[in-house]
C-alpha cells in the first residue's frame, strides 16, 4: 500500500444543504477509514477501542512503564550503548548455514500529510519523508529519514533532502565496504555526499537507521532526531531509540544550509546520532518509523498490533499490519479531540497544542525470522 486520501469539491447552491452534503460525506470517509482498518487488521480489537472513545483512559503515552534504568530507557531494556568491544562472530560454513542465519521480513507504508503538494507516489518517498530498506548477504538494513517543512518558506521543497540522503544510503549500504556494525558511519557518508554535490542540495532531516547483523544476530541502530524505532517481545517492548530535541518539536537534525541562513538553522552532525546495539532473537518485531506515526499514536496501541505480528513471516499479512499503523496515525493527525502524545508533551512544557499533530507518516515494519 502507498498512499490512501479522499478529496471531495462540491460547488452546489445553498449553504445549508452544501453543509449537510459536507457532514454525510465526513461521516461516510470515517465509516470507510474505519472499515479499512478492520480489515488490514486481523483482531480489529485496537479500531472498536480507538473509535469506543476508551483512548483517554489508557495510560500515557510511556507512563506505564518502570522507572529509568542506568543507561536512560524505560523499564526493563536490554538495548547497549555501541562500543568497540570485539565480540566473537558466528561463522557460516555454507549456503544452509546462510539460510539459517536471522534476517527480516520488512514492508513499508505511509501518506503523505499534503496530498495536492505530493499528489503522486514516488518510491521510497511519502511526502516529505523518505525511506530505503536492503538485502544482502552480511545484513538486513533500513532507514528512514523525515525532512524538516520549514525549508518550503524560503522555497526549498524539505523531500529532495531527505529522499538524496536516503537514497544514497540505500546505494551505499549494498557496497562491499559496508559494515553492518556501524549504521552511524553508513550515514556519516551519505551525508559527506550531500555535501558534496556541485549544487548544493540544501535543506534538513532527522534520520534513523538500523542494520541486522546475520553474522551475530544483533540490531545495530543510529537516530539522529524524533523518528525512531521501536523493538516488542513478548507483548513489550524490548529495546526503543532516544528522541534528540533541542527543544520542544525541534529535534536533532542534518542541514546543508545557505549562506543567508547560517546563524539562525539547527545543524547537527552525523556524530550526534545516539547509537545503540541490541541481540535480536526470532519473533521479534521491529517498527522503524517517523514522527507522523510517535507524535499521534499512544505507544500502549503499536505495541498491540505489534505483538500480534510475532513470529509472522508472511510479508501479506505483515503488510496488512503496517497499513494499519499506518492509517491510524493518518486519522488521528488530523482528528482535533484526540489526545495526542505531541499534545501531552506540550502540555507538560505548558504549550496549547491540542488534537493530533499533521504531519507525513512514514511507517516500515519487520519481524525476525
Keep these: 500500500m502507498n498512499t490512501l486520501d479522499v478529496d471531495f469539491r462540491m460547488d452546489i447552491g445553498g449553504t445549508g444543504f452544501c453543509r449537510t452534503i459536507q457532514q454525510y460525506l465526513i461521516s461516510c470517509c470515517a465509516q470507510l477509514v474505519e472499515m479499512a482498518m478492520i480489515l488490514t487488521h486481523e483482531s480489529g480489537k485496537f479500531v472498536c477501542r480507538l473509535w469506543g472513545g476508551t483512548i483517554q483512559e489508557l495510560p500515557p503515552n510511556g507512563q506505564d512503564k518502570d522507572d529509568d534504568d542506568d543507561d536512560g530507557h524505560k523499564g526493563n531494556y536490554h538495548c547497549r550503548r555501541m562500543t568497540n568491544d570485539k565480540k566473537s562472530i558466528r561463522k557460516s560454513g555454507g549456503e544452509g548455514d546462510f539460510l539459517r542465519l536471522p534476517r527480516l521480513v520488512s514492508v513499508a507504508c505511509g501518506f503523505a500529510k499534503d496530498q495536492v503538494i505530493y499528489p503522486h507516489y514516488s518510491r521510497g518517498k511519502f511526502g516529505e519523508d523518505a525511506w530505503f530498506a536492503t538485502s544482502n548477504t552480511q545484513a538486513d538494513t533500513m532507514g528512514v ?11 526549498v521543497d524539505p523531500g529532495e533532502f531527505s529522499m538524496f540522503l536516503m537514497r544514497s544510503c540505500e546505494r551505499l549500504s549494498l557496497s562491499k565496504d559496508m559494515v553492518p556494525q556501524r549504521p552511524d558511519l553508513l550515514l556519516a557518508r551519505a551525508y559527506c555526499e550531500l555535501l558534496g554535490q556541485k549544487c548544493p542540495v540544501v535543506g534538513s532531516c532527522t534520520a534513523c537507521i538500523l542494520t541486522l547483523n546475520r553474522a551475530n544476530s544483533t540490531l545495530y541502530t543510529a537516530n539522529l ?37 547560517l546563524d539562525t538553522a539547527v545543524s547537527d552532525g552525523p556524530e550526534s546520532a545516539d547509537t545503540m546495539q541490541f ?4 519473533g521479534d518485531v521491529i517498527l522503524l518509523a517517523t514522527d507522523g506515526v510517535y507524535d499521534n499514536v499512544p505507544e500502549s496501541f503499536l505495541i498491540e498490533v505489534l505483538s500480534e505480528m510475532s513470529g509472522v513471516s508472511d510479508a501479506v499479512r505483515l503488510q496488512m499490519a503496517a497499513n494499519a499503523v499506518a492509517l491510524m496515525a493518518r486519522a488521528l493527525s ?27 507518516i512514514t511507517v516500515l515494519l519487520a519481524t525476525v525470522v
Excluded: M
Excluded at 529519514?145 to 522555497?155: L, T
Excluded at 523493538?231 to 546543508?256: D, I, K, M, W
Design 334 to 360: 488530523f482528528n482535533p479531540a484526540h489526545d495526542s502524545p505531541f499534545s501531552q508533551n506540550a502540555r507538560k512544557l505548558n504549550i496549547e497544542a491540542s488534537g493530533g499533530k499533521p504531519d507525513d
Design 225 to 261: 532526531g524524533d523518528s525512531g524505532f521501536l523493538v516488542v517481545r513478548s507483548g513489550a517492548v524490548a529495546c526503543r531509540s532516544l528522541e534528540q530535541q533541542h527543544h520542544f518539536n525541534t529535534p536533532y537534525q542534518l542541514s546543508v544550509l545557505p549562506p543567508y541562513h
Design 279 to 282: 541481540p535480536v532473537e526470532p
Design 145 to 155: 529519514a523525515d525532512g524538516v517543512g520549514g525549508w518550503r518558506s524560503f522555497g
